[in-house]
């Protein structure tokens, strides 16, 4: 059983930036691959970025340039940096444990999941 446990949301203004953590339970965690997703009010829970347990990196192309997602092992903690933060970035913020080797954007790929985390971005 993986457990994951997300901080670091809160109000950010336009351009301000905000750094999330995953902190996540097991103890193959530096073989884990992982992702961010985030649901944005009334649309559907959409892909962020992804990171491999080699330290390979995808983003969706919104994000490309501004966010930053990274992991320490030791901590067994992942990491979303917001840069750049634009009123529509404002969504629940959840971190995911892939099921499989390839970095996905699908929800299905993912089988552990965060309780999220509200990232809220306004003047």
């Known amino acids: 059983q993986v457990q994951l446990v997300e901080s670091g949301g809160g109000l950010a203004q336009p351009g301000g930036s905000l750094r999330l953590s995953c902190a996540a339970s097991?103890?193959?965690?530096?073989?884990?691959?992982l992702g961010w997703f985030r649901q944005r009010p009334g649309k559907e829970r959409e892909f962020v970025a992804s990171?491999?347990?080699?330290?390979?990196?995808y983003y969706t192309e919104s994000v490309q340039g501004r966010f930053t997602i990274s992991r320490d092992n030791a901590k067994s903690t992942l990491y979303l940096r917001m840069n750049s933060l634009k009123p529509e970035d404002t969504a629940l913020y959840y971190c995911?444990?892939?099921?499989?080797?390839?970095?996905?954007?699908?929800?299905?790929?993912?089988?552990?999941w965060g309780q999220g985390t509200q990232v809220t971005v306004s003047s």
């Open positions: 990171i491999s347990w080699l330290g390979s990196t």
């Open positions: 995911a444990k892939l099921r499989g080797a390839v970095l996905t954007r699908a929800a299905y790929d993912y089988d552990y």
């Open positions: 097991g103890r193959t965690f530096d073989r884990y691959n």
